[in-house]
């Protein structure tokens, strides 16, 4: 019996930094794909970056990237320019994935997904926790030897070890913990608690005005949680989650999650242990590919009502603090 032939996927990348480095890297672990194009502001550094992953199309400009012949675009800009780039893609009839966040606010994601309806694209917010295996695992577990619904998610995340110059403390490029590190801390209570329905939120805001340390509180559908992020302290975090049969571990680095331990009421413990690989970005990847395969518009893993609910989020837990960006 003879297998159909697996269609390839054209990849382009707009911004060749860190994000952009780890995509490509994991790129080259998905089946059916190529890295064809990148595009950055940096000729130098968008050159380093063509040699290191052996892309041979550097357009002159962003224009030139989104009309070149490619199927898909990965967003790995800094969080300013996120909505505009995905807009010019999405009208440039490429699919996009869209490194979190996928904007710098709810206003921003609506727009955004206005024009991947109107064109017929898939977009869909990079947050790659979901698709590792162990994550995967730990849902099926919960399945078959449940803990009850979840009705409390604890998370965060504080991290001192970045310069100054990073972009993290910038607020012109959407920097600040809540952005940078946030999105993350977000998806994980919108994932388990459902629909947010109100956030309190605590900290301090830096001399460059974004947020240097938030400690916000959130109220959801099916619960509540605590959620952290920080630059000015440092701390690798684990996730908490609890309901009333039991609570899981998911031991640091929870957003790279490699391992779980679930504790029961009646005393059993359970130890999971998932290794991934390439770092992580081509399970997402991969997913993001097999929708395009399918024709489908929207991922039933990260669907855009969960990217609006992580808008939300991080949005009123800026706005409490005070951090607004440029043009807002």
């Known amino acids: 019996m003879q297998t159909k032939e697996l269609k390839i996927i054209r990849w ?14 994991g790129l080259r672990t998905v089946e059916g794909v190529t890295l064809d194009a990148i595009w950055g502001r940096t000729r130098e550094r968008t050159q380093v970056f063509a040699l290191r992953f052996g892309v041979r199309h550097i357009p002159d400009s962003l224009d030139q990237l989104v009309t070149a012949d490619l199927d898909a675009i990965y967003v790995a800009t800094h969080p300013d320019s996120h909505a505009a780039i995905c807009i010019q893609a999405l009208e440039a009839r490429k699919h996009v994935l869209c490194e979190k966040p996928a904007a710098l606010n709810e206003r921003q994601l609506v727009k955004v997904l206005e024009v991947a309806r109107r064109h017929d694209r898939l977009f869909m917010e990079a947050m790659k926790p979901p698709f590792f295996p162990l994550y995967r695992r730990l849902r099926e577990h919960l399945l078959i030897d449940p803990i009850g619904p979840v009705g409390f998610v604890r998370a965060g995340h504080v991290d001192a070890s970045l310069s100054k110059t990073h972009p993290l403390h910038s607020a ?10 946030g999105p993350y801390e977000a998806f994980l209570a919108l994932d388990w608690l459902g629909e947010l329905k109100r956030v309190q939120t605590m900290g301090r805001v830096g001399a460059v005005g974004v947020d240097t340390l938030a400690l916000f509180q959130t109220e959801h559908e099916h619960g509540m949680a605590q959620l952290h992020t920080g630059l000015d302290l440092f701390g690798r975090g684990d996730a908490l989650l609890a309901g009333p049969l039991g609570y899981v571990t998911i031991h640091e680095n929870w957003w790279n ?3 779980a331990t679930i504790h029961y009421k009646d005393g059993r413990k359970e130890e999971l242990d998932e290794p991934f690989v390439a770092g992580g970005f081509n399970y ?11 024709g489908r518009r929207e991922s039933p893993v990260i669907p855009h009502a969960l990217s609006l609910g992580m808008a939300r989020l991080l949005e009123a837990a800026r706005s409490e603090l005070g951090v607004r960006f440029p043009g807002e």
């Open 257 to 259: 999650p490699r391992r």
């Open 284 to 294: 997402e990847t991969a997913h993001f590919c097999q929708l395009i395969r399918e």
């Open 172 to 181: 012109e490029l959407g920097g600040g913990g809540i952005m940078g590190i």
């Open 12 to 25: 382009g990348v707009a911004g060749p930094g860190h994000a952009g480095g780890r995509f490509a890297e």
